[in-house]
């Protein structure tokens, strides 16, 4: 990406409107909705911590200051500040609040403003980006809202599980962080619902450049193919690191949100749900589907996984390839490549013959011609033996909360987009159902919800299968019940 002219006086924020393919392979399945791309950042500074030390010059330190800056930077519709949660780096318990509500004032219909935290230390264990989050996380007296203890990332984990919505992101991984969550440690299932993403570069953090030219050389992918193989669902972003008042004029990189509208509600559904992307160029434009569902989903179906990848830039900026990824989740071996595309193809379609029974993981990775690379979050397929989906349905979301739980009840819930039949059943984790809560039930288009009495149901400490069948497919999440 060439540096914008200094003649440049304007820009206008323009949304593309994208309709995920709709293509049937073999059978018909769940259409993914329509997406907008949203181009931004989460991970950035402010004086709350060590960000806007430029602060003399630039005459900005508030997170306000920061947002209203980042509003006015080309391909920048949203910006997430993330302070350190401790007063070595700055932080103090009041200020965090005062982020959340500058972040709602800031955001508009054409920006959105988001604050979370950075949570934890560089010498004990690593930094990881937390959103969703209305309290402060932290282990210094009196400057925090509720006590996690330095370096504790499973509290953590647990924390963020608490609160429907909220999530964590890696921020700039070293080897052995994070508990050495991404090396020699067991899966962690209180890890995997509450991690979403790790950046593909980060920074470059304390540069002042604001042409938009200063490009980071960082890779944190061999990280994100080592969490894959473990069996986590994580995407891949980018992030700034900002320390200075550059918010999206450092570099052009930028991640990438697929959502309805933008919205606070809808980016952090995304987020959540894994759907986005890591760009080196500012407006890129990529579609992703396996059996017409979009980055980020976990799927299962009937047949074979039918993969297509789609890439625009308003630039006419050539793609050099297009590159299709696929693994095995769990098996502790990196994906490899199974497609590639000619020189200068913007587009790739692959057909999977999945055997029954088999899960992959797929994503793609793009070169345009000038290097920028491009590579995209996974998406999850299983093939087994369950209802083919109607084509003008999405499958419904299914949360589950509190997970992980200890004792008590959890509440499992979900909307459907349309009246069906449903059945609701937890199974454990040798496949066997331990409860039904419901059994092939009419119901009615809206939200639904059911309480398991995990207490009652004498259920094990373990991992367990919540799962969601009805017309449109099947969707599942983990709970774990904790000793």
């Known amino acids: 990406m060439p540096p914008v002219l200094s003649n440049l006086l304007h820009f206008v ?3 593309l409107t994208l309709l995920l393919a709709a293509c049937c392979w073999g059978t018909a399945y769940a259409q993914a909705p329509t997406y907008q791309f949203y181009y931004g950042n989460l991970h950035a500074h402010s004086s709350y911590s060590d960000g806007n030390q430029d602060a003399a010059t630039s005459n900005a330190a508030t997170p306000a200051q920061d947002y209203s800056f980042a ?3 080309l391909h920048l519709d949203f910006l997430g500040i993330s302070d350190h949660n401790h007063a070595l780096a700055g932080m103090q318990r009041p200020n965090y609040a005062k982020g959340l509500h500058q972040a709602d004032s800031l955001t508009n219909a054409n920006f959105v403003a988001l604050y979370g935290m950075e949570w934890g230390v560089i010498s004990g264990g690593g930094h990881m980006l937390v959103y969703g989050v209305d309290q402060l996380l932290g282990w210094e007296a009196g400057n925090f809202d509720v006590f996690v203890a330095k370096s504790d990332y499973q509290s953590l984990f647990k924390q963020i599980n608490r609160r429907p919505g909220a999530f964590a992101l890696f921020a700039h991984p070293q080897s052995g962080d994070y508990g050495n969550l991404a090396g020699t440690a067991t899966f962690s299932p209180r890890a995997d619902s509450a991690v979403v993403g790790m950046p593909m570069r ?3 953090a304390t540069s002042t450049n604001i042409t938009y030219s200063n490009k980071s050389t960082s890779s944190y992918e061999s990280t994100y193919q080592r969490m894959l193989a473990k069996g986590y669902h994580v995407g891949i972003g980018f992030d700034h690191d900002n320390h200075n008042t550059t918010f999206g004029r450092t570099t052009p990189g930028r991640l ?9 509600l809808d980016l952090m559904q995304a987020l959540r749900s894994r759907r986005f992307y890591a760009s080196d160029d500012w407006n890129t434009e990529v579609t992703f589907t396996v059996n017409g569902q979009a980055m980020g989903t976990i ?8 993969v297509s990848v789609g890439v625009a830039d308003s630039d006419n900026e050539a793609v050099r390839s297009i590159t299709l990824m696929r693994g095995v989740p ?3 071996v990196n994906a490899v490549a199974v497609s590639t595309t000619a020189i200068g193809a913007a587009a790739l379609t692959y057909t999977d013959i999945n055997v029954p029974n088999s899960a992959y993981y797929y994503y793609a990775i793009i070169i345009q011609d000038d290097g920028d690379r491009i590579v995209t979050s996974p998406i999850w397929y299983s093939r087994g033996s369950v209802t083919a989906a109607s084509a003008a349905q999405e499958l419904p979301p299914l949360d589950v909360f509190p997970n992980p739980v200890q004792g008590g009840a959890v509440t499992l819930s979900y909307g459907l987009p349309t009246a069906t039949r449903v059945t609701l059943e937890v199974l454990d984790n040798l496949g066997r159902t331990v409860s039904v809560l419901a059994q092939d039930e009419a119901q009615s288009a809206g939200p639904h919800a059911y309480t398991l009495p995990v207490s009652q149901l004498s259920l094990a400490p373990g991992l367990y299968t919540v799962r969601l069948v009805q017309a449109a497919g099947t969707t599942y999440r983990k709970l774990l019940v904790a000793q």
């Open 71 to 73: 509003d006015a930077s």
């Open 13 to 15: 924020k323009k949304t």
């Open 256 to 264: 990438v949100l697929l959502a309805p509208s933008l919205t606070k």
């Open 330 to 332: 769990g098996n502790g």
């Open 299 to 306: 799927n299962q179906g009937p047949g074979n996984a039918g």
């Open 202 to 204: 980060s920074g470059p």
